[in-house]
């Protein structure tokens, strides 16, 4: 036997030594179908006598793309590069065979590769030479459009033959130019490496049988994920020899919003009838629990491959199901569990934790949870909650009708969204406000009396001061999360982060998300509401010093944790509207990707698996009761250790004298603490001073206060500064 087959199972050697002709690799989650593609190129090398230049391996990821060349070069034992085959991402094969050839599609071979940045500056330069308004139509929004119609490799011909509505006609009259100004300035964006190479292959055959026949060997990792441009492109260099291999999992497709074809890999076989096909079934992460309860989720899809995967280890532990009353008890339970587990392991390691979740928004609670109990975490795939950027302008915007002189703040937002307020304008008025010895906020009141000011920017600055003042009366009259609604509206921001597409609605989720945080003081007092909910995220917001990277629980969302595994995982917010996702409820394709989703996040787990739900949960600042998430009943209940009854969790069953931080204190009132207050008890306010104790409920204290001036309160005992006096 070759040295090169052994150490593999006996499936992962039928698809090593089946190097002629097409084959369709189906490989199922852990499977090591990475060993079996990157043994099968060391094996058309060392045994076939391929020469390493006709062979391309082509890949998602660069990171991915690397791993495979380190383990070719092991397998080969070369470490000189030029006897390596072609290995790489999509895009970096297409760069390297346009940078030779592109010439002859008009362009410069020295082209420049235009970032997300580029193209919106450019974009705004087009509309605005189409005298297009970018505030009627959303350049971000058009850019989405052409991007898509690139995947599906429509140019602006193509393309233009297809609109049905003012939107999709516009667009196409942007799309021409935008392409236009691409072509003038020889640029190319991300999209069109792949749409120019299929192109540069249709129109000069020549130089498509030239790559034909240096890569006579190709292979395809992660097959599923392929968009229409990819598929027609690796046709295009397969067509000749057809010695082409696919590997991938249509149970593990979840990119269809970027646009991933899960038909790719469904119908291979139509497009090679000749083909071979081998199943990789043996799992080598998970415990056959989980495996069998993976299956059973998937097993529902349609469109789908099947296989059943095994593993030659036994049982393994029960996935724990559990119902909590809200998502912060959600949040407690996982701190709880971790804890736990760390106290029964002599080298206690965090990083054996993942918490997965299908939306970013949903890690905020995770987050203060584990910040006031001194757990190290660290977010993969996205940026703290309280630091994302739309998160800090909405703070800004609070700050700023709370303390107009809060100079910091009210630069951030003087000009998000666009007000046509720059940096010169900013720069006068605050040279006027050192002169008159005013605050920036007055200066912009009065910014008709500023020397050397446009009288067009002097009206945007007053109308800006006019809108802050505006939002402080919204302030005396509603609650902290009353006040971020009104200041989503009137400011505009909600329209400006609404740009149609899928990262402008996450944003927008987060911003839900701090409804929902400042939510929790909707019984105080209008304007101390914001006041203590500006206190309370400053200081978790200041809390820095947890994130330990080399030793902390990971959180990610499901789409993030594709390719990776971790001993323990926590999936949470298994509800119905939110996995699976409120928008595939009516649609049968998009609810079976949200099952493929379930599926990823269940076959991360490798040794012990939790289902968690909330039975209420807060989405968009109102408490709504969920339905627990359908996929949960598609997993046999032999399988699952449930314990639907004992649902609530108290934060006594978090120890901080067993953690390595202080904790911060908990915001949820504690009737057991000495200084529980009774009907009648007489108390002090630091602001509305003495009171009586009309009523005391749910952590919520109903006051009537000496002072008619303030009258009865409610005040939430968590946080108002209240102490019982005799």
């Not at 006031?372 to 302008?393: A, H, L, N, S």
């Not at 050192?434 to 020397?451: H, I, R």
């Not at 505009?492 to 597409?501: L, M, R």
């Not at 206190?535 to 789409?559: G, Q």
């Amino acid at each position: 036997m070759s040295k090169i087959l052994e150490g593999l199972n006996e499936k992962q050697q039928k698809a090593v030594i089946n190097t002629e002709g097409p084959l369709l690799v189906i490989a199922g989650a852990g499977s090591g179908k990475t060993r079996a593609l990157t043994h099968r190129i060391a094996y058309l090398i060392k045994e076939k006598g391929i020469k390493p230049w006709n062979i391309l391996a082509v890949t998602f990821t660069n990171k991915a793309a690397n791993e495979m060349k380190e383990r070719v070069k092991r397998l080969l034992n070369e470490e000189n590069e030029s006897a390596l085959p072609t290995v790489g991402t999509f895009h970096a094969t297409c760069v390297r065979i346009l940078r030779k050839h592109i010439h002859l599609l008009g362009y410069e071979n020295a082209f420049t590769i235009y970032d997300t940045a580029d193209q919106q500056i450019l974009m705004k330069h087009v509309m605005k030479d189409l005298q297009i308004d970018d505030k009627q139509l959303n350049p971000k929004a058009v850019l989405n459009h052409i991007s898509n119609a690139k995947n599906q490799l429509l140019n602006p011909e193509k393309y233009s033959q297809l609109v049905s509505n003012y939107f999709t006609e516009k667009v196409a009259e942007i799309y021409r130019h935008y392409q236009n100004r691409l072509l003038k300035s020889s640029a190319l964006d991300f999209d069109d490496i792949i749409m120019k190479t299929v192109e540069l292959f249709q129109k000069q055959t020549e130089v498509l049988d030239y790559y034909q026949e240096k890569y006579r060997y190709i292979s395809v990792d992660e097959y599923q994920d392929t968009n229409h441009a990819q598929y027609v492109l690796t046709n295009q260099l397969a067509e000749k020899y057809r010695n082409i291999c696919v590997i991938g999992d249509s149970d593990q497709s979840i990119y269809s919003f970027r646009g991933a074809n899960i038909q790719n890999i469904l119908d291979f076989e139509k497009d090679y009838p000749e083909l071979k096909i081998v199943l990789l079934e043996q799992n080598y992460r998970s415990s056959q629990t989980i495996l069998d309860a993976a299956h059973g989720i998937i097993k529902h899809n349609k469109q789908r491959k099947e296989k059943k995967l095994w593993t030659d280890r036994d049982g393994g532990d029960k996935i724990v199901l559990k119902a909590l009353e809200n998502e912060r008890e959600e949040g407690v339970f996982i701190g709880h569990e971790i804890e736990q587990s760390l106290r029964t392991h002599e080298t206690p390691s965090y990083k054996d934790f993942v918490v997965l979740y299908r939306t970013n928004a949903q890690s905020r609670v995770m987050e203060e949870t584990f910040l006031r109990f001194g757990i190290p975490y660290k977010i993969i795939g996205g940026i703290k909650f309280y630091q994302r950027k739309e998160i800090k302008d909405i703070v800004a915007y609070l700050r700023v009708i709370q303390n107009t002189a809060d100079t910091v703040s009210l630069t951030r937002i003087i000009n998000t969204p666009p007000r046509k307020i720059g940096p010169k304008t900013i720069e006068t008025v605050q040279q006027f406000a050192l002169q008159t010895g005013t605050t920036l906020f007055e200066s912009m009141s009065n910014a008709d009396q500023c020397p050397g000011l446009a009288e067009s920017k002097a009206q945007a600055l007053i109308d800006f001061t006019k809108l802050i003042k505006e939002l402080q009366k919204k302030n005396a009259e509603f609650s902290a999360a009353g006040v971020i609604k009104h200041v989503l509206d009137y400011s505009g921001y909600k329209k400006f982060i609404s740009d149609g597409t899928i990262e402008g609605e996450s944003r927008l989720e987060n911003i839900y998300e701090l409804i929902n945080v400042a939510s929790k003081y909707d019984n105080l007092e209008a304007g101390i509401s914001l006041n203590i909910f500006l206190e309370e995220i400053a200081l978790i917001a200041d809390v820095d010093s947890l994130d330990d990277e080399d030793n902390a629980v990971t959180m990610m969302t499901i789409h993030s944790a594709k390719g990776l595994e971790f001993p323990v995982v926590f999936i949470a917010g298994l509800e119905d509207g939110v996995l699976p996702h409120s928008r595939s409820l009516l649609e049968r394709d998009e609810l079976e990707e949200e099952r493929r989703l379930m599926y990823v996040a269940v076959t991360r787990a490798q040794h012990k698996l939790y289902l968690l739900r909330a039975k209420n949960r807060m989405l968009y600042g109102e408490i709504s009761s969920t339905t627990p998430s359908q996929f949960i009943a598609n997993i046999p209940t032999e399988l699952m250790e449930m314990d639907e009854n004992d649902t609530r969790i108290h934060k006594g069953n978090l120890q901080s004298a067993d953690l390595g931080y202080t904790p911060i204190p908990f915001e949820e009132y504690n009737e057991s603490e000495d200084n529980q207050l009774n009907d009648g008890d007489k108390v002090l306010h630091n602001s509305f001073g003495e009171g009586r104790v009309v009523s005391v409920m749910g952590g919520v204290a109903t006051i009537a206060f000496d002072n008619p001036k303030y009258g009865v309160k409610k005040l939430a005992l968590s946080i108002a500064p209240l102490r019982k006096i005799n």
